[in-house]
């Protein structure tokens, strides 16, 4: 097979009979809104019943994007590319050497799960054109990895890609690739899972919002329930093409919160079975929840979610849930869609570099606050035969340790710094909880 013929996108979800009269209207406004950058309403379109009909429809509209550019830099990425992915704007650019590049230090990992891929679909292919869509999955992942090395990969990466590789092909899957990682699913890159568990920390809000007696049952659940699904943009669940791509319509067109907004409404509409299930059940309850009940009706689910969107927008979240969310996340970053149209891939460094380093800053004090527990624990008195006194010299030491002190320090050493350092072991005294 030609190396052009394998960089062909997936036709699965073109379909033999004809388009509706309301299809072949709806499909002349997904171009009208591509041809003329309207962002607005093609996030309308992608959102409503039905989507962006197919890939055809897709591809085509990427073409009609192509066609409005000043330069021919800029290439396909999903329907009108750069549109529904945050981009009115022509940022295109050629993509990276692979070979050129050095190596990213997970490419071993990834190319584990490449070998695990197109489990589901596409359907009826013979070994040898899955292993040329798994030759181009890798290359798109590498090319992107390499290109952006402060990326870390994680497992699951490789289904969302691999959805955008069969519906755009090789070639066009780059750019969509990269404005994606960077500017859409960015939390779930950085360093440590920390982005990853704001977004899960998020759920129990939405939940209370909808339904509190629903979100006190499963309180004491931690919403890892919801990672495989969320982490993945629902593509490591669901098993048929055409849903996945449907799915991927609204997903791509709405902020970074939205799938968490569609689990709470999946978790929704299970609250009989769940309520069945005692509270003291976590375990119970957790293994339900971390699988997708079958069928997904997935028009219902999506017009629920974007109606429970607009209800209960994150910025309204009970418990102060959203300002909690950092100015640097996708969350946040993601939640007006002309701002995010104004990004650019280097914006998206420049965030992800940021709050890589607020996450560095929090772990720090987390792990300074645990040593100063456990070395107050240590050194204290019982609590009838200590003085306030004693109590105030040791608050200073550790405080004086902290904040990057000579390290260890006798007792003398301590009572010469008590008086330049009361104002800050009051500031111990009053912000620790031990």
């Not at 109590?391 to 550790?398: L, P, W």
Request: with cysteine; net charge neutral.
């Amino acid at each position: 097979m030609s190396s052009s013929t394998s960089q062909l996108p997936l036709s699965a979800s073109w379909r033999s009979e004809p388009l509706s009269a309301t299809e072949q209207a709806k499909v002349r406004n997904i171009l009208k809104a591509c041809r003329d950058r309207h962002l607005v309403a093609l996030r309308d379109l992608a959102t409503s019943e039905g989507g962006l009909i197919e890939d055809e429809i897709r591809r085509t509209a990427c073409t009609q994007a192509i066609d409005q550019a000043a330069d021919g830099s800029v290439l396909a990425k999903w329907c009108a590319g750069p549109v529904l992915l945050g981009s009115d704007s022509t940022q295109g650019a050629p993509a990276p050497d692979v070979e050129t590049r050095e190596k990213h230090r997970d490419e071993d990992q990834v190319q584990l799960d490449v070998n695990r891929s197109f489990v589901y679909y596409p359907e009826d292919e013979s070994d040898k054109r899955k292993d040329l869509r798994k030759h181009e999955l890798s290359d798109v992942i590498t090319k992107v990895l390499r290109a952006h090395p402060m990326l870390h990969y994680f497992q699951g990466y490789h289904d969302i890609v691999q959805v955008l590789l069969l519906v755009l092909g090789a070639d066009a899957a780059v750019p969509a690739v990269a404005r994606l990682s960077l500017l859409h699913i960015r939390d779930f890159m950085l360093p440590t899972m920390t982005g990853t568990e704001t977004h899960l920390q998020l759920l129990p809000a939405i939940l209370y919002a909808v339904d509190p007696v629903l979100c006190k049952h499963l309180s004491a659940t931690q919403p890892f329930f919801a990672l495989a699904a969320t982490l993945t943009l629902y593509a490591h669940d669901i098993e048929e093409y055409g849903n996945i791509a449907r799915l991927f319509d609204f997903l791509l067109a709405s902020p970074a919160s939205i799938p968490l907004y569609l689990f709470a409404v999946i978790v929704k509409s299970r609250k009989a079975e769940l309520l069945e299930i005692e509270e003291d059940e976590p375990e119970m309850l957790h293994s339900i929840l971390s699988k997708l009940p079958k069928p997904l009706k997935l028009e219902s689910l999506i017009r629920r979610t974007s109606e429970l969107y607009q209800r209960h927008p994150p910025e309204s979240l009970p418990n102060r849930a959203w300002s909690r969310v950092s100015a640097n996340s996708v969350l946040k970053t993601t939640h007006d869609p002309l701002q995010l149209a104004k990004q650019t891939l280097a914006d998206g460094e420049v965030m992800f570099e940021r709050q890589a380093a607020e996450i560095r800053r929090a772990d720090e004090w987390k792990r300074r606050k645990l040593r100063l527990r456990l070395l107050s624990r240590k050194y204290r008195r019982p609590a009838r035969a200590a003085t306030f006194g004693g109590a105030a010299i040791a608050v200073v030491v550790i405080a004086y340790w902290l904040r990057g002190g000579a390290g260890e320090m006798g007792l003398g050493s301590a009572l010469h710094v008590l008086s330049r350092l009361r104002q800050e072991a009051w500031g111990v005294l009053r912000g620790c909880i031990f």
